[in-house]
């Protein structure tokens, strides 16, 4: 249904090699998958999420505070993008994907195409 995030992978763009992992954790139930994402420091308009055929993508760039005045001793944070790829099973519609940020949280909510979802049949007594 959804695989392992594709992102490390040899055939790796050149954009994914200079780029932070954002942490994602992914959940499913019987309506679908919910992915949440940890983005921090990314604001809305620099945040891109597309499905591509059956490839989820998740961009987002940081920016970084200006210190002005200040000799800077120690970063951490040195790379201002954030990447990750997934791809998508089957019986997963990409077409209905919903999505949700707030404080630093990106939240996609992928729905499972109507035919693979659980159904109660009824039994009707003769």
Known sequence: MFE???TKNQDASPAE???MLPRVDVVEDV???TLYADLPGVPKDKLC????????????????????DL???HVEVS???????????????CDKVAAEFKQG???????????????KIEVTVV
């Open 4 to 6: 392992k995030d594709t």
């Open 17 to 19: 090699d200079t780029t």
């Open 31 to 33: 309506s679908g998958i």
């Open 49 to 68: 999420v597309r499905v591509q055929s059956d490839t989820l993508t998740i961009e987002g760039d940081i920016k970084p505070p200006q210190i002005t």
């Open 71 to 73: 000799q800077v001793h």
């Open 79 to 93: 790379l201002p993008k954030f990447y990750r790829s997934f791809t998508l099973g089957r019986e997963l519609d």
């Open 105 to 119: 949280v990106l939240k996609l909510h992928i729905p499972k195409v109507e035919h693979v979802k659980p159904r």
